[in-house]
T-cell receptor, first 120, second 109 residues
Framework: GAVVSQHPSWVICKSGTSVKIECRSL??????MFWYRQFPKQSLMLMAT?????????EQGVEKDKFLINHASLTLSTLTVTSAHPEDSSFYIC????????????????FGEGSRLTVL | DAKTTQPPSMDCAEGRAANLPCNHS???????VYWYRQIHSQGPQYIIH???NNETNEMASLIITEDRKSSTLILPHATLRDTAVYYC??????????FGTGTSLTVIP
């Protein structure tokens, strides 16, 4: 199946710093990417939807100035957690849908492996 | 929007079939039923999806009732590696998947 890769898989940072997480579609063009956050023992919560070349759409309650999303190409979206605080510690997961041999007509989303952020 | 209801947890003996139910009584006519699973600290893995006909692939079978208000995911011969949280998803707005609480399946040796 299609492959979506995230980097880094885990990161530890100090409070007040910014952290960037990358999400790449490796074998298809991702016209749309989604970012999720998952706290321990909870389900995935959709944070935002990013379309290539346009501004991201954020879910209610998600601060767009804190979670900066850039989707500059058809294979890369980035999530930057700005001025991170301990409460931002979480598992961040991206997913992608798009066109191409694997994307057209299949309907399913492909998820990355997730990035675990720990803010000290 | 269609919401899903799943039992929070289930056990299954290794080698037996695991039947995971999902209620989605408010599903609309053009909404698909998707199943994903998440093994601890990994991203969700696609299993199967369907609209109204039963579906089968190399991983599982999906049985959707005629009124489409519920479905069952069947893992025919559960193994220890099938221990995971299984999510039934029917709300797909512009390909946005909204996850419910899922069923934590434990396969017992």
């Amino acid at each position: 199946g299609a492959v979506v890769s995230q980097h880094p898989s885990w990161v530890i940072c100090k409070s007040g710093t910014s952290v960037k997480i990358e999400c790449r579609s490796l074998d298809f063009q991702a016209t749309t990417m989604f970012w999720y956050r998952q706290f321990p023992k909870q389900s995935l919560m959709l944070m935002a939807t990013s379309n290539e070349g346009s501004k991201a759409t954020y879910e209610q309650g998600v601060e767009k100035d804190k979670f900066l999303i850039n989707h500059a190409s058809l294979t890369l979206s980035t999530l930057t957690v700005t001025s991170a605080h301990p409460e931002d510690s979480s598992f961040y997961i991206c997913s992608a849908s798009g066109t191409g041999p694997l994307g057209v007509g299949t309907g399913e989303l492909f998820f990355g492996e997730g990035s675990r952020l720990t803010v000290l | 929007d269609a919401k899903t209801t799943q039992p929070p947890s289930m056990d299954c003996a290794e080698g037996r079939a695991a039947n995971l139910p999902c209620n989605h009584s408010t599903i609309s006519g053009n909404e698909y039923v998707y199943w994903y699973r998440q093994i601890h600290s990994q991203g969700p893995q696609y299993i199967i999806h369907g609209l109204k006909n039963n579906e089968t692939n190399e991983m599982a079978s999906l049985i959707i009732t005629e009124d489409r208000k519920s479905s069952t995911l069947i893992l025919p011969h559960a193994t220890l590696r099938d221990t995971a949280v299984y999510y039934c998803i029917v709300r797909v707005v512009r390909n946005q998947f909204y996850f419910g609480t899922g069923t934590s399946l434990t396969v017992i040796p």
